[in-house]
């Protein structure tokens, strides 16, 4: 059952919190160049790495930057979107996965104008049934029709086969990572895993859980480390190879006053 306490009440943008957030939408759609970057998808390598919480910040943060943003919850096994927005799961993707209603009829409106959600719908014993490549693209395409910006929670890629679906029916994934705790070599593994799959890897989210939260927000702060272009990759090297050390090395993104509140 939902208890209503929406994340939403508690997003300030304001804070350094949300600033990261505003950075990692803003080299997203500086990466789009000619591409068309309308569906991410968030995922990790491992359980519990933060994709949830990086994917719900993310479309939020594009809602309050003025896009018509939607959060499709396609974690079907450990759902969380319902949670974050104070909403109960039922009638989400999982309904639609399985025939029973249409997109439209699932979609959530919240107290925000242009931010909706999709909840991953009621549990099924399945997923992986359920979770047919044509139907979630058919979703994905349906969706880009009415919204700016489609971010998808999607599970990890080295327990689920899911996501590796999922990535070939989406325009971007980003992977996130919890830093200091995933091996590189899990890390690795996951790339592999998207790159096998799909072209699509953007870059790499680095959460970093290890701060306390303050009360009620689930956060602390979000670093983010691109996946270089090739003109990239000489500027990087030497911030890359003290990160690799195990110093704490901070990206910069280009100064940009628009993307700022
Ligand atoms: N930056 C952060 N600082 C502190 N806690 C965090 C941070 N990011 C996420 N968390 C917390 O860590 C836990 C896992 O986060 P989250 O649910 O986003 O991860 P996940 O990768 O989606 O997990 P799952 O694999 O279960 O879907 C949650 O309790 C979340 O509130
Ligand atoms: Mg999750």
Redesign the pocket.
Known sequence: MSNGVSIIDFYNMETDFATEFRRLLHNIRNLQGDADLKSIMVT?AM????????AAFLALTAAKKGMKSLLLDA?LR?P?AHRLFGMDRDNGLAEVLSGETTVKSVIRKTSLEKFDIITAGRAVPNPSELFDSRAIGNVITEMKFYYDLIVI?S??VIPVSDPMLLAQEVDGVLL?VKAGATQREVVSRATDILRSQSRKLLGVVL???T?Q?PYYY?????GYDYAPRPKDLARSKSKRSRRDQGEAVEDQPPADKSSRQ
């Open positions: 990790s359980l519990a790495e933060g994709k949830s919480t990086v974690d450990r969380t929670d599970p990890p996130v959460n970093n859980m701060n939260l689930d956060y602390s702060h979000y």
